[in-house]
Nanobody
Framework: QVQLVESGGGSVQAGGSLKLSCAAT??????MAWFRQAPGKEREGVAS????????RYAESVKGRFTISKDNAKNIVYLQMNSLKPEDTAMYFCARDPTARWCADNFAPSDFHNWGQGTQVTVSS
């Protein structure tokens, strides 16, 4: 059964750090990504990582602060979030495209077929 389970969310003060994890079952070595959605806003891409775990892409708003990585042996994708800002507050979702090893440069929610349930990140000022 295809399943993505996120963990690691929580509440932190601005400037703090959190590390999200996404444990996946099923497909390996395929494109995976993190998205986020704040209340009243559209879901937006945060970071993606190719199936080989090498090539990564980031939204401009998180470049230099967030790092996506992958443990292929364990089939877990991580999102290390540093220097968090109040505007990073959102529900964060893990997503997977089981049809592609390589992520699209402009990864969008419509590219992904599998989704986790989300984990809440709240950053206070």
């Amino acid at each position: 059964q295809v399943q993505l389970v996120e963990s690691g969310g929580g509440s932190v003060q601005a400037g703090g750090s959190l590390k999200l994890s996404c444990a996946a079952t099923g497909y390996r070595d395929v494109c995976m990504a993190w998205f986020r959605q704040a209340p009243g806003k559209e879901r937006e891409g945060v970071a993606s990582i190719d199936g080989d775990g090498v090539t990564t892409r980031y939204a401009e708003s998180v470049k230099g602060r967030f790092t996506i990585s992958k443990d292929n042996a364990k089939n877990i994708v991580y999102l290390q979030m540093n220097s968090l800002k109040p505007e990073d507050t959102a529900m964060y979702f893990c997503a997977r495209d089981p049809t592609a090893r390589w992520c699209a440069d402009n990864f969008a929610p419509s590219d992904f077929h599998n989704w986790g349930q989300g984990t809440q990140v709240t950053v206070s000022s």
